[in-house]
């Protein structure tokens, strides 16, 4: 919950209870809102209609999906990639807990774990990122938060679409190689 004194916002388990948020900060968290607020989750889909997307579960359940994508946010995190990337990078799970019921397992008593360690609203209902944060650090070493975190190296940063975001031209090997490609490209310094 987020309470508004004087145009700064404060997140009410910080010291002193008035931490100070600008209101451009405060308008700014609001536009990244918990996604679970943005999802409409029915039985065997999500659709975000703010950004016209929709992933279709056939394995796992959708609040465990909805979950998932924002976990993959909260664990590699980048503003400026829309949420239906990180969909995309979840949906390999969705896919191999239908052939492996050891997957399913882990993924829904995962995401069981990571709902019961944040209470009522579960992990979805987190608004404040420093808290969802706290539980992953409480939950990195255990196989579930590895299996997902692992996954996700591959299934976000191999989507072509992405790589101009990063400022990655993609392999240069078929287009000559990097020497005559930008190799002597020094601009960032």
């Known amino acids: 919950m987020v309470t508004i ?16 948020l600008s209101r451009r900060q405060l308008l700014k968290r609001g536009g990244m809102a918990s996604l679970g ?16 997307w929709g ?12 979950t998932l994508i924002q976990l993959a946010r909260d664990i590699y995190p980048h503003d400026n990639i829309p949420d239906r990337f990180y969909a995309i990078a979840v949906k390999p799970y969705d896919a191999k807990a239908g052939s492996d ?3 399913k397992e882990l993924i829904e008593a995962g995401i069981a774990d990571l709902d019961k360690r944040a209470g009522n609203g579960g992990y979805l209902g987190l608004d404040w990122e420093d ?12 196989p579930f ?8 190296v591959t299934g976000l940063y191999n989507q072509k679409e992405l790589w101009p975001l990063f400022g990655y031209e993609g392999e240069a090997y078929s ?7 930008g190799f002597s490209d020094i601009e960032w310094l």
Not at 5 to 20: C, S
Not at 145 to 152: A, E, I, K, M, N
Request: glycine share 10%; charged share 20%; net charge positive.
């Open 5 to 20: 004194f004087n145009r700064k916002a404060t997140a009410p388990d910080e010291p002193g209870g008035q931490a100070g």
């Open 37 to 52: 607020a943005l999802l409409v989750i029915s039985s065997n889909s999500i659709i975000h209609p703010q950004q016209a």
């Open 55 to 66: 992933l279709e579960t056939s394995n796992l359940k959708p609040e465990t999906m909805a």
């Open 101 to 103: 019921a050891k997957q």
């Open 131 to 142: 808290h969802r944060l706290k539980l992953l650090r409480q939950i990195e070493d255990t």
């Open 145 to 152: 938060f590895q299996t997902v975190r692992g996954g996700l």
């Open 175 to 181: 287009k000559g190689g990097y020497i005559a490609r």
